[in-house]
């Protein structure tokens, strides 16, 4: 559960508390402080009542007794009022059948029984009922405003609670959706920063981070790019004396072979047989030499050096190849070499993984890019590969330290296809080192 939805809920759930405590305790609180209003008045009507109409009971004087309780007959919250004499006669009454015979509060009453005495003699009893209903109308009616009033005050807290929970959470979405760019790779990304809270100092270590990887990336690319081409160059310098010097070295020998063989014509034969195995030997060093560095990348250029990697590749397994070239491009030296070790990584990978009977390769430049295809139809490449390969990833660095990138798109059993891309270098014709 994300941060925010968090804090919403927990906030809300207090804030639901809160306005639960309140709703049922306030009218509670006020309900009862209404009947104990009501009681007080009861009583005190009651005793007034009682004072009331205590000389015309003494007197026995029916016309004062009614006189008497003229005042509370007319007052609007009394519901009954009975005076009984000792025997339980009715000596005077108003709505004696609202009377439940009980005595303090019931839903609807509040009933007051009072002996009236003259020292210990009872002259009569009086009880008298206060109606609940206006009470109960003024309950309902607070009950109900504060209900309304809840209701508006939770929806506002919610609400509330919800934009707090968004103030407070989008800095850190948007420093964790910056975070996630930054992982993904795009190093030149900067999180938001400018806060001076604990967010914002998040906010600058993560642009810091971002900054030093991006760096030690970028130093890790030119050392990268450095032993490429220390490498290509080295590659360059043993192929040449392979070739030139060792290859010489045999040429001489077999010559002076031959010398000898005119002067000593019983060591012909061996002689011969010694030279016969020279030429493989040279041959061998013309391989070496061209494996580590294709003269003919030089010589002739990409295409004709792909060319002879597919022919090569043919004639030692019998995979049908197909090489398709656009034009041939005008590109410079370090383009050149990476093609042709993107496509010897790959037709490598072909001829050991692949099972494929064929494989194609084009290469297309337009619009400034070189765009290098090898694509075999064999079994594809399997779901996860193991980490200590390093040809494809070779093959990756290569394209990205040029500015380029690779796909790779292998549905399993449809073959496989790298698609590397490469920006040309607009080749300045006095400095630039065509291949051709
Ligand atoms: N054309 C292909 N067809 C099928 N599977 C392939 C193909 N190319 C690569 N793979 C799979 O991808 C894996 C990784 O290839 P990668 O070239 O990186 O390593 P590798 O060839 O196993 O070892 P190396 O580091 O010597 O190149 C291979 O092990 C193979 O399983
Ligand atoms: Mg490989």
């Known amino acids: 559960m994300s941060f925010r939805a968090r804090l919403t809920l927990t906030m809300g759930a207090l804030v639901l508390l809160i306005a639960a405590a309140l709703f049922l305790y306030l009218p509670r609180k006020l309900e009862r402080e209404a009947i104990a209003l009501i009681s007080h008045k009861a009583e005190t009507l009651a005793q007034l009542t009682a004072f009331t109409i205590h000389p015309s009971l003494y007197f026995e004087d029916r016309a004062a007794l009614e006189e008497a309780l003229s005042g509370a007959r007319r007052d609007k919250d009394v519901a009954y009022l009975i005076v009984t004499d000792p ?3 009715t000596l005077a009454s108003m709505h004696p059948e609202r009377a439940t015979g009980g005595r303090g509060v019931s839903r609807e009453l509040y009933e007051v029984v009072m002996p009236i005495r003259d020292g210990n003699r009872e002259l009569a009893r009086l009880q008298i009922g206060i109606s609940l209903a206006r009470l109960n109308r003024e309950i309902a009616r607070a009950r109900l405003t504060m209900a309304l009033l809840g209701a508006f005050i939770l929806a506002a807290a919610l609400v509330a609670v919800v934009l707090i929970g968004n103030l407070l959470t989008r800095p850190l979405t948007e420093v964790a959706a910056g975070a996630r760019r930054i992982a993904e790779g795009e190093l030149t990304h900067r999180v938001p920063a400018g806060r001076t809270d604990e967010i914002g100092q998040l ?4 642009n810091d ?13 030119q050392l990268s790019r450095r032993l490429l081409s220390v490498q290509e160059q080295e590659r360059v310098r043993i192929a ?3 070739h030139d010097e060792l290859g010489q070295a045999l040429t001489a020998m077999k010559i002076d072979l031959q010398q000898l063989g005119k002067r000593r014509r019983e060591l012909q034969e061996p002689l011969g047989a010694i030279a016969h195995n020279i030429d493989g030997i040279v041959d061998l060093v013309r391989r070496i030499a061209a494996d580590l560095r294709p003269s003919i990348l030089d010589d002739l250029g990409i295409t004709a050096a792909l060319e002879q990697q597919l022919r090569r590749l043919r004639e030692s397994t019998g995979i049908a190849t197909t090489l398709t070239v656009s034009v041939e491009p005008q590109i410079d030296m370090l383009t050149g070499v990476t093609l042709y070790r993107i496509a010897q990584e790959a037709l490598a990978n072909v001829v050991r993984h692949a099972e494929a009977t064929a494989v194609e390769v084009s290469l297309v430049v337009n619009e400034g890019r070189a765009v290098l295809t090898i694509r075999d139809d064999g079994r594809g490449m399997p779901q996860s590969i193991d980490a200590a390969s390093l040809g494809l990833l070779g093959i990756r660095e290569r394209a990205e330290l040029l500015g380029g990138s690779v796909a790779i798109d292998s549905p399993p059993g449809e073959g496989t296809m790298i698609i590397a891309t490469l920006p040309l270098i607009p080749m300045d014709p006095d400095h630039a080192h065509p291949l051709r």
């Open 87 to 89: 025997a339980g006669k």
């Open 203 to 206: 906010a600058a270590s993560f």
């Open 209 to 221: 981070m971002a900054a030093k990887i991006a760096e030690r990336d970028a130093s890790l690319r």
């Open 240 to 242: 040449r004396e392979v």
